[in-house]
């Protein structure tokens, strides 16, 4: 599966020769501070994932590291213990932090939602080994911002442009910082954002160790892999570019785009966590979303150009399982680690495969089984022949949509009705004029 994207990421040069590290079957062999052995213990966290393997001895030795590494993988505590264990032993060893709003480390995320998901990781590794991460995110108040920076502190959680911001004001001290880390970096989708990245590189000290981490190899991740992280290890998990094992995968036939019944068919059967499903527009969105409401369902929605609020509202309902249906764009598939997530339905699938195996890594995520199903009209059988990797043709997919005498499909007339409501009569439809 997936052997045709792993001959194109092979093609790149920053990608030859990745790092493989063999062993560290336990967190105790990599040497962190009991304080972290405590709390790794305490949240029944005992054996590395690949991706913390192969890059958590090179950050423990000062080297500066790319990773490429599949969601749902542990790249968070990949970079956080080490730099809670750096920056703790620095404490130990007779220098803390003294000057006010002058972090030791600094992490930059794409957006605050997953800056608050990050926040949530080192907060729990903080309690025991009692280091400070303060956060200035894009989508907070500039007060909030600097009031969060005011003081001493170690970690510096920020978005690049709000950095920039702090720093043009001078408010923020970068010379004392020991490392640097992009997470999530494919998702940095701004156009200055290389530029900010630069800025940033330049205003930390020279040659403190830089880590990048990304799902996928985005072209802003290209450039900065090979200007920023020139000198870089390299290291690529062997399940990158690749939906992981324990996730089932179901392609549902679309005849005649009536998407509809087989998605109510599917949201009618109970699955232990919530589901997300995506389209590809917000308009979609709110179709997909007004249908299911009117027809008696409940959702919510988490899509862009909605109140800041009411998403972060809406999100907690899907996090506590008030809710059950999350319906998003592509704003929920890169970077949220929503535990509970048992299915993904692509009620409209997109056209990118990066963007596909973003969604589907919203379940099935640290080796928890989970579900991506797929609504599939003719117009996706381009990447439907790339997921499914059996070496055919969009061309050959076609079969799908035809009947044993090779005529097109096409729904029954009885079924062509308008659907039922919950509990109530059919919808009367609207005669044309």
Known sequence: MFEIIAREIKKHAF?????????????TEF???PSLLKTLKAQRIFTPTEIQRMAIPLL???????????TGSGKTLTYALPLLHMLKKLEEDGEPVKAEASPRAVVMVPTRDLGEQVAKVFKTFTHDTRLRVRPALGGMSMEQAVRNISGSFEILLATPGRLIQLLDKELIDLSDVRALVFDEADQMLDKGFLTDSNYIVDVCPQDIPLALFSATVSKNVEEMMNSLFAKAEVIRSRGSGKVVKSLTTKNETVIDGLRWPIFEKLIKKKVEGGTIVFANTREQCDKIAKEINDKGYKCVLYRGEMDKNERRT????FRNGEVDLLISTDLAARGLDLEHVGRVINYHLPQQLDNYLHRAG???????????????TERDLPLIAKIEGKGETAKELKSRFKDKDGKRLHVKKEDRKPPRAVGGKPKKVAKKK
């Open 15 to 27: 990608l030859r020769n990745p790092v493989y590290i063999a062993g560290m079957n336990n967190f």
């Open 31 to 33: 040497g962190f501070l």
């Open 314 to 317: 809406n999100l907690k309902k």
């Open 362 to 376: 919203r379940t099935a995520r640290a080796g928890r089984e989970g579900m991506v199903i797929n609504l599939v």
């Open 60 to 70: 423990m030795s000062g080297q500066s590291v790319v990773g490429v590494s599949e």
